[in-house]
């Protein structure tokens, strides 16, 4: 489970086939589609990194600096048999320009996958230079697709919203809202269960945006993510990840991010991720 204090994948794959004359649009052939993408998915992105571009900023009547900063990193998509989870691991090389100290690589992390209890170090390391008094470690662009896994997606309560024409595709917008048992999000608070809406080619169960809400007494949170087409990998990936934190009680701060990706590839185990 990931979790937050207060104090997963990538897109659409490279399969999509010309989309038939007739699509079924029902919720249960959509949903049926998404999950199925997202399996062959998984095989797909593994061992991909990108470049992320991360700018946040901290704002409020009770909000203590620092107010800003701007993060480069490597975002590397990995499959941790120990954990059995799907995670992003994010490898951050400078803060407002100036490089980090080299603590962990991806690399270093890779060699231990097998032991137990290396998400949670993964998850640790990826949260270490966010902002603002919301502590998390689930902001992650990919995170909403695990609620298509097999494992997951029975549990999870579908609607449809709306249907659209994109030039010769079918998008289908599905709502979602997850069970109070086990949700992707929990914490000290207890669990955290998501709302939120995903865009879903109906031909080939693409993911082409994913909305991911929660509320846990006076904190908001919002994850939106779009997604584009890669054409040499052949994929549909995170372009854009926008993240909304904010505190509504006795202390009043909002916290944003906004993060791009570029460069996409794939990973090469006898490279070296990072400087």
């Given at each position: 489970m990931k979790c937050f204090v207060l104090a997963g994948l990538v897109g659409a794959v490279g399969l999509a086939a010309q989309a038939p004359a007739?699509?079924?649009?029902?919720?249960?052939?959509?949903?049926?589609?998404?999950?199925?993408?997202?399996?062959?998915?998984?095989?797909?992105?593994?061992?991909?990194?990108?470049?992320?571009?991360?700018?946040?900023?901290?704002?409020?009547?009770?909000?203590?600096?620092?107010?800003?900063?701007?993060?480069?990193?490597?975002?590397?998509?990995?499959?941790?048999?120990?954990?059995?989870?799907?995670?992003?691991?994010?490898?951050?090389?400078?803060?407002?320009?100036?490089?980090t100290p080299r603590h962990q690589t991806v690399r270093d992390l890779l060699i231990r996958a097998d032991e137990r209890s290396v998400a949670q170090q993964v998850l640790k390391a990826n949260a270490r230079y966010n902002l603002g008094s919301v502590e998390r470690n689930f902001n992650e662009p990919t995170l909403p697709l695990l609620l298509l896994e097999p494992k997951r997606v029975a549990r999870v309560r579908f609607d449809r919203r709306g249907v659209t024409r994109e030039a010769d595709r079918t998008l289908v917008t599905l709502s979602y809202e997850e069970p109070d048992q086990l949700p992707l999000v929990g914490g000290p608070m207890g669990p955290a269960p998501s709302r939120g809406e995903l865009v879903i080619d109906a031909a080939t169960g693409a993911v082409r945006r994913t909305l991911f809400t929660l509320r846990k007494r006076d904190i908001r949170v919002r994850l939106e993510t779009f997604y584009e087409f890669n054409e040499r990998l052949k994929l549909w990936l995170p372009s854009v990840f926008h993240e909304h934190y904010e505190r509504t009680g006795d202390t009043r701060e909002v916290t944003t991010v906004e993060s791009r990706y570029s460069n996409y590839r794939r990973y090469e185990t006898s490279g070296r991720i990072g400087k």
């Amino acid at each position: 489970m990931k979790c937050f204090v207060l104090a997963g994948l990538v897109g659409a794959v490279g399969l999509a086939a010309q989309a038939p004359a007739r699509v079924d649009v029902s919720e249960r052939a959509v949903v049926a589609a998404a999950s199925a993408y997202v399996v062959a998915y998984e095989k797909e992105v593994a061992f991909l990194v990108a470049e992320e571009i991360s700018e946040h900023r901290v704002q409020g009547r009770d909000a203590v600096g620092p107010f800003r900063r701007k993060l480069t990193s490597e975002l590397f998509l990995t499959y941790l048999p120990a954990d059995s989870e799907w995670i992003a691991i994010r490898d951050v090389l400078d803060v407002d320009g100036l490089p980090t100290p080299r603590h962990q690589t991806v690399r270093d992390l890779l060699i231990r996958a097998d032991e137990r209890s290396v998400a949670q170090q993964v998850l640790k390391a990826n949260a270490r230079y966010n902002l603002g008094s919301v502590e998390r470690n689930f902001n992650e662009p990919t995170l909403p697709l695990l609620l298509l896994e097999p494992k997951r997606v029975a549990r999870v309560r579908f609607d449809r919203r709306g249907v659209t024409r994109e030039a010769d595709r079918t998008l289908v917008t599905l709502s979602y809202e997850e069970p109070d048992q086990l949700p992707l999000v929990g914490g000290p608070m207890g669990p955290a269960p998501s709302r939120g809406e995903l865009v879903i080619d109906a031909a080939t169960g693409a993911v082409r945006r994913t909305l991911f809400t929660l509320r846990k007494r006076d904190i908001r949170v919002r994850l939106e993510t779009f997604y584009e087409f890669n054409e040499r990998l052949k994929l549909w990936l995170p372009s854009v990840f926008h993240e909304h934190y904010e505190r509504t009680g006795d202390t009043r701060e909002v916290t944003t991010v906004e993060s791009r990706y570029s460069n996409y590839r794939r990973y090469e185990t006898s490279g070296r991720i990072g400087k």
